[in-house]
């Protein structure tokens, strides 16, 4: 047996930690750090560390209990009364990525000939990967500054999930002309079927727990398993049976259980395993997948215009999306900075687009270092657009 | 991506704990319905879950987050006082499984004249394999109990320590037997040269740690996250550069911290991440080890034998050396039962016996059986053995 993924998760445990004290010093969120400590140590610069299957499982767990977190701590209500907002927030925020990644790429000529699928749809397939919002760092730093709760934080929730669903319709739809083998009806009723699954076993579940609760009010481990396996039975059902993201369950789970007597105690414990263990491997992760020494000064350039239209796209569809359903142009600015993260998942389309032969190996670069760049600049942003808020609130 | 680990995951979460409330409502250990969940879900029974390196590698984070809080719980006043004594039992607690095993083998030919090792060596063997106490499951039973810094408690721990000292004394003078290029002087060096790096690594960062916490003495997470990295470090430096077992470095490092002014908020963090995610999987992945279909009418026959010889050998080995030592008829019962377990110790030793031709691949069952079977009653009759003594003490 190796023993090495223990020193791995001590040194992780201890860069992301002092990193993220070195950012918090330096006025910005501290997992800014954490991210850093991870680009530090990985391929890109000291090349200590890799991505394993082990670290990629815990990383897996640690944006699970976040999203389970967060979806614990929003407000239902408020996400009723955003809905429809959040909805039009979305589209603009999948529309205007998409066709900003589709000029870049036709602008540059990064389509190659030697793939299989025609020019225009590997500049589209560009576009599809800029549209996918990764919403688990602005949560992140949304609860370091107590702003989950907010209406700018619950629209950026609600429209982080239906940005989640659009963004799987349109890599369904390019991949389903690229693979003749993907039914779009089916992938459409899929989701459909996630979200009655979720309705009727969230329900099932919530009465069960509030029974077993009542029995013995008082603090119990029993109760706190339990919702931990619920929500990884969400998360895993929505990936095995729906296509949708585990991510999105594991959202859904956090907020059957926001309405429970419980909610405080659940939060407080996975808080602890979050801070102590998971989440650190999960900001680490990030990091880690970047790998630079492919970079041509051409792809170089291509990397930076993507990642300019990547922040600006963000900014501009989703802000204004908030500002024609009627908030402020500060919430809505908000809005479109807390939507500008990519992570994970357009790492997977990526990968999708890969194996269907859809992007060339030598744009994996430009789209790791996008995804780690929007990672890391979106708490910055987000922090000074919530700061100044405050400071106009006081005056 | 597979998804599948999310769910097994939930699998071991729930079963874990309702047999743990099983057994508990049967006024045993939650322990043993853990345990016994392993064993149900695993390839013995219903086969709906498998050991993978996933599994492995959290589970073995979460006994090092046992023995770390073992050690944190400890009353090193009284390890020291009861440093010779455990020395005693220790020896004794070896010895005699030793023997036992050897004459077990002998008398059941067990030796496969196919193996490159003689039949005397290929005896000795197994009897080496029972040596190896495997302390995890006694010291989450004591905690369970209350009991773990009780005399006998420390007792058992102490011996535990040294029982793995002398356990790979052991297996590194059968190795070098059948193995030209281990180096028993080497070995034994390396063990002394490991309490040298740990008290000197020790003091250095228990230095470190207490002048930081005076600089913000309220709870504070990177206090218990640099505890964390501190204790995986210990573990991974025990097994990499030492040859020692990890555990015994978590251990360590639980002890060095159990003199902070941090201990019970370190103490606190660590239950939540054991009991919410890394021991359940621990407990639950020694049952996943079982395979039986491979079992013969003559090797279950020696297995029972092996099973009872491991048992009874223990209790007559260490309760002979507390007797020696002093302890009450009790307590030397006491600490006979709770040396009883054998654990991933004496798993790594068949592996590693198997590896060098020492062991036939068919003995491998019965040893993992013997492993499960004493780990299984180990809390069961420990629970017996300190009721029976409250009861005379209430007398």
């Given at each position: 047996m190796n023993y090495d993924y223990l020193l791995y998760l001590a040194i992780i445990l201890m860069s992301t930690k002092l990193l993220g004290l070195v950012t918090r010093k330096a006025h910005m969120p501290q997992v800014v750090g954490a991210l850093i400590a991870g680009l530090i140590l990985g391929p890109a610069c000291l090349n200590l560390l890799h991505s394993s299957t082990f670290l990629n499982q815990v990383s897996e767990i640690g944006v699970i209990v976040l999203m389970f977190m967060a979806g614990l701590e929003t407000d239902t209500e408020e996400l009723k009364r955003s809905g429809l907002a959040s909805f039009v927030i979305a589209l603009l925020g999948v529309l205007v990525p998409l066709a900003g990644g589709f000029l870049v790429a036709m602008a540059c000529h990064v389509a190659s000939p030697e793939l299989s699928a025609s020019e225009l749809m590997q500049n589209i397939f560009i576009g599809i990967i800029l549209t996918a919002t990764s919403v688990s760092i602005t949560v992140e730093t949304l609860k370091e500054m107590g702003k989950v709760s907010t209406k700018a934080g619950t629209a950026i929730l609600g429209a982080a999930i239906i940005d989640d669903i659009?963004?799987?319709?349109?890599?369904?739809?390019?991949?389903?002309?690229?693979?003749?083998?993907?039914?779009?009806?089916?992938?459409?009723?899929?989701?459909?079927?996630?979200?009655?699954?979720?309705?009727?076993?969230?329900?099932?579940?919530?009465?069960?727990?509030q029974k077993w609760v009542a029995l013995d009010p008082k603090p119990n481990r029993r109760h706190v398993i339990m919702t931990f396996a619920f929500c990884l039975i969400m998360s895993f059902c929505a990936e095995h049976f729906f296509g949708v993201a585990d991510i999105t369950g594991a959202y859904v789970a956090g907020l059957v259980l926001?309405?429970?007597?419980?909610?405080?105690?659940?939060?407080?414990?996975?808080?602890?395993?979050?801070?102590?263990?998971?989440?650190?491997?999960?900001?680490?992760?990030?990091?880690?997948?970047?790998?630079?020494?492919?970079?041509s000064a051409s792809l170089a350039a291509f990397t930076l215009l993507l990642l300019a239209v990547a922040i600006v796209t963000k900014i501009l569809g989703c802000g204004l999306g908030a500002k024609i359903m009627g908030y402020t142009p500060k919430e809505s600015f908000q809005i479109g900075i807390g939507m500008i993260s990519r992570g994970e998942v357009a790492l997977i389309v990526a990968n999708k687009g890969e194996a269907l032969g859809l992007i060339d190996d030598k744009l994996y670069a430009p789209i790791v270092v996008t995804v780690v760049i929007t990672t890391v600049i979106t708490p910055i942003l987000l922090k000074a657009a919530f700061k100044d808020k405050k400071r106009t609130a006081a005056a």
């Amino acid at each position: 047996m190796n023993y090495d993924y223990l020193l791995y998760l001590a040194i992780i445990l201890m860069s992301t930690k002092l990193l993220g004290l070195v950012t918090r010093k330096a006025h910005m969120p501290q997992v800014v750090g954490a991210l850093i400590a991870g680009l530090i140590l990985g391929p890109a610069c000291l090349n200590l560390l890799h991505s394993s299957t082990f670290l990629n499982q815990v990383s897996e767990i640690g944006v699970i209990v976040l999203m389970f977190m967060a979806g614990l701590e929003t407000d239902t209500e408020e996400l009723k009364r955003s809905g429809l907002a959040s909805f039009v927030i979305a589209l603009l925020g999948v529309l205007v990525p998409l066709a900003g990644g589709f000029l870049v790429a036709m602008a540059c000529h990064v389509a190659s000939p030697e793939l299989s699928a025609s020019e225009l749809m590997q500049n589209i397939f560009i576009g599809i990967i800029l549209t996918a919002t990764s919403v688990s760092i602005t949560v992140e730093t949304l609860k370091e500054m107590g702003k989950v709760s907010t209406k700018a934080g619950t629209a950026i929730l609600g429209a982080a999930i239906i940005d989640d669903i659009l963004g799987i319709i349109a890599l369904t739809v390019i991949t389903s002309m690229a693979d003749p083998s993907t039914n779009l009806v089916l992938v459409l009723l899929k989701i459909v079927g996630f979200f009655a699954f979720a309705v009727v076993f969230g329900i099932g579940f919530f009465y069960i727990i509030q029974k077993w609760v009542a029995l013995d009010p008082k603090p119990n481990r029993r109760h706190v398993i339990m919702t931990f396996a619920f929500c990884l039975i969400m998360s895993f059902c929505a990936e095995h049976f729906f296509g949708v993201a585990d991510i999105t369950g594991a959202y859904v789970a956090g907020l059957v259980l926001s309405h429970s007597s419980k909610r405080e105690v659940i939060y407080r414990e996975f808080d602890t395993v979050s801070y102590l263990l998971v989440a650190p491997v999960f900001f680490a992760s990030i990091g880690l997948k970047v790998e630079l020494s492919s970079m041509s000064a051409s792809l170089a350039a291509f990397t930076l215009l993507l990642l300019a239209v990547a922040i600006v796209t963000k900014i501009l569809g989703c802000g204004l999306g908030a500002k024609i359903m009627g908030y402020t142009p500060k919430e809505s600015f908000q809005i479109g900075i807390g939507m500008i993260s990519r992570g994970e998942v357009a790492l997977i389309v990526a990968n999708k687009g890969e194996a269907l032969g859809l992007i060339d190996d030598k744009l994996y670069a430009p789209i790791v270092v996008t995804v780690v760049i929007t990672t890391v600049i979106t708490p910055i942003l987000l922090k000074a657009a919530f700061k100044d808020k405050k400071r106009t609130a006081a005056a």
